[in-house]
């Protein structure tokens, strides 16, 4: 039985990102992390009782105009006085998909995760650029990565 919950948010209104969103997952749920339930849903759809029971967290978010997507946005916007004081040092890890920049977004990311005081212990990772496959494989191994770090208790 898993006991400790990987909660991954992610904005996937193209193709690719949903293709994005599935490969996170995919890693999370891999057979070495069998402690670890991994759970995938969409920031408009994600409430504060999602964040409350998790114990680590992935963002997934293109970057538009600049910024993180809206429903990221609104995601923070909703449960951000909810868990502030509840969730200080969750571990999380952060997925960014620009066609060319992504640095107004990771800014952004950073500010409101510091603001929460959550941990960020992966190295942001920027999908930048035309679509390729190696995108796909960075965010499996993020996932695997996040849900190993979980499982083995060292994030
Ligand atoms: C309205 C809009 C604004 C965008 N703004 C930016 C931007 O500011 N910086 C950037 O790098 N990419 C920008 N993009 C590109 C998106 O990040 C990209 O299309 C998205 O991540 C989906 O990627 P995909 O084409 O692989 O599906 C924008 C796209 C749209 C539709």
Redesign the pocket.
């Given at each position: 039985m898993p006991t400790k919950k990987l909660l991954i948010v992610a904005h996937t209104?193209?193709?690719?990102?949903h293709t994005l969103a599935e490969a996170v997952l995919s890693g999370a749920q891999h057979a070495d992390t069998e402690n670890v339930s991994a759970q995938l849903i969409a920031p408009l759809k994600a409430t504060e009782d999602d964040v409350l029971s998790s114990d680590a967290i992935i963002l997934l978010t293109?970057?538009?105009?600049?910024?993180m997507s809206g429903a990221m946005k609104d995601f923070f916007d909703r449960i951000y006085y909810p868990c502030l004081e509840k969730k200080q040092g969750m571990p999380c890890a952060m997925i960014i998909?620009?066609?060319?920049?992504?640095t107004?977004t990771k800014r952004a990311l950073e500010s409101i995760l510091t603001g929460l005081k959550w941990r960020i212990v992966q190295e942001p990772l920027t999908c930048?650029g035309d679509?390729q496959e190696a995108f796909i494989k960075q965010c499996e191994e993020l996932g695997m990565c996040v849900a190993a770090s979980l499982d083995a208790g060292i994030i």
């Open positions: 209104p193209s193709p690719n990102l293109p970057e538009n105009l600049g910024y998909r620009s066609g060319h920049d992504g107004g930048r679509f």
